[in-house]
Every structure is written in C-alpha cells, then in structure tokens.
C-alpha cells in the first residue's frame, strides 16, 4: 500500500534540499566585502601638454584637491586630458565647490568632457571662459 507518511517526507527532504541549493548559489554570487571601483586616470598639466603633467587617479564623484603630493598643481593647471567616458569638474576653490562667477568674470568652475583641454578656453557656465591657473579641485564621473 501507499504510504503517505514516507512519501511527504521524502518530498520534503527534495524541497529542503532544493531549498539550500538555491540559497547557496544566491551566497555565492553576493559580494562579501565592499564593492571597488577602478580609478580612471585624468592627466592634468602645469603647461601644455607633456609639461608638467601628473596622472590623477579619479574615482566617481570623488573630490581631488590640488593639496599634498599634488599642491605643485594648485592653481597652475593649464591643460587637462579627460579620458573617453568620464566628464570633469574644474573649482576655484578647494572641497570642489563653485563660489559663483569670480575674478572680474571668470566662473568658478569649468565642464571638461572627454578630449585634450587647454584651460584657457574651457567651457564654464557662461560660456568658454579663461580658467588657466586657476584650478584648486577638481572631480570626475562617467557620462
């Protein structure tokens, strides 16, 4: 005869089974640490370029100021390669925040997609703008 007491546990050691298998390949496919992201390298030159140039690794939406190793660059940028796919916030001011339009008309921030940039003609919000040596942070982030 039939025995329902053997067959609803064997169908539910199937499923309790079947059960952990699946959450073991849920496990393994999460991340157990912290997600990293790989940092793209924005040159930005003293000069033009091949002068006075330093490659900065930039991570999205991550504030680099010109302070530290890098303080030989503040406010003395004049040209900034930005790599395919990123565009690039140029500051006055360090903390990468924008004061307004500043020296007799200069905005405080410029807009760098990507390509070879010569500061001196970069565009700002009003318009292309003369921002040469006038860069104290900067940040970067995938279009």
Do not use: R
């Not at 793209?40 to 999205?60: I, K, L, N, Q, R």
């Not at 030989?72 to 500051?91: H, W």
């Amino acid at each position: 005869m039939f025995n329902s007491k053997a067959l609803l546990t064997s169908t539910l050691a199937v499923v309790l089974v079947s059960f952990a298998a699946a959450l073991a390949s849920i496990a393994a496919a999460t991340p157990v640490g912290p997600v990293t992201e790989t940092p793209v390298t924005v040159t930005v030159c003293s000069g033009g370029v091949g002068v006075g140039c330093a490659g900065v690794p930039t991570v999205s939406d991550t504030c680099i100021n010109l302070t530290g190793g890098l303080s030989f660059l503040n406010k003395e940028i004049s040209t900034a390669l930005v790599p395919g796919g990123m565009i690039c916030t140029f500051f006055q001011d360090f903390g990468c925040t924008a004061s307004g339009v500043v020296n007799a008309g200069t905005d405080s921030q410029v807009f760098l997609g990507q390509g070879t940039w010569n500061l001196a003609k970069a565009p700002g919000l009003s318009g292309i703008t003369n921002f040469n040596d006038l860069t104290s942070s900067f940040t970067c982030s995938p279009i």
